[in-house]
């Protein structure tokens, strides 16, 4: 932490960056971090390639990420959050990982330990209460823009406080954003209680896929392209139902396969997907996506496949899921 520490004193132009198609705490770290470094006099770009998706659109800040960046050598310093591995940060990768300082800020199981500079802590709760610590020692005082943005990371990344990597941190993070002014139910509206039509009608038909495996203890929902079609709805609409496949009796491991999940068309089969893991705890979900070369936490983890068929997928996975 303490060469972080000095680094992020010291640089000058820096790129902060989070992992493609984001989630609340790679948004959320991202605008934090990036507005603590402003506040210190630096010069911030704050990039995320992918679209954000609505729901956190409320956020303050959330105008100044950026999808493009003319000239990546002109950052002295990139400070990536919430990535286990640097191509996580999407098609930038290699021109980002050629910045002269490289600093890894992550609390995923799955990190490979890039860059120069590391702050990798896998107690942590999220990459939020890892850029907390850093805004702490640094000496800024937490804004209230910084404050919704951690408080909405923690949230996120904890499932609202029921997921097994919720700590005493996450309670007292949030305590402190709470106080300098963050409103949880604002916030809970925003993120979770705000929902389109197609929305509910997407559910409705990812629900209507759900099939168990291996006695009942792994269970599979997908969500095809033409799901979304068919309902007016986007990628990430389908964020949070792999829930209701995880929470069925008995089932172990559950798995979402989303078509087209990461955009962009497959150059032969019906990929690319994107696969979400979610275990109870007695199953290695990061483990599995390992070996399809993805990554994240024993709870919860994540995987691209390019072509293959989805028979063909669903039997690789199964495979792989055994030993249960
Ligand atoms: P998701 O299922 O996309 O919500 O992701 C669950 C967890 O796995 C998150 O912590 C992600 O950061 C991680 N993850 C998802 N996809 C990948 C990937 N392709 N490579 C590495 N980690 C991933
Ligand atoms: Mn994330
Ligand atoms: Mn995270």
Redesign the pocket.
Known sequence: MKSTLMHLKSCRRALVAS?V?P?G??IGSLIAMGLALKSLGKEVTMYNESAIPAVYQFLPAIDRIVSRVADFSAYDTAVIL????L??VGEAGSAIGAIGTVVNIDH?V?NNGFGDLQYVDTEACASAELVYRLIHELGVTISEAMAWSLYTGILT?TGSFRFSNTNRAAFAISEEMLTIGVDPWMVAQYVYGTYSLGRIKLLNLALDTIELAHDGKVSLMTVTRKMLEKTGTRPEDA?GM?NYARGIEDVRLAV?IQQN?NGGPAANGNGPY?????SDGSVD??AI?AAF?????AS?????VEAVSLAELKARILELATDL
């Not at 994107?274 to 979610?278: A, C, E, K």
């Open positions: 992992h198609n989630d705490d790679a919430d990535c286990g591995n191509d996580r995923h799955t990344d964020d792999i979402l999940g994107h696969v979400s893991l979610r979900a990061a996506a070369g993805g990554g994240g936490h919860a983890a994540g995987f691209n």
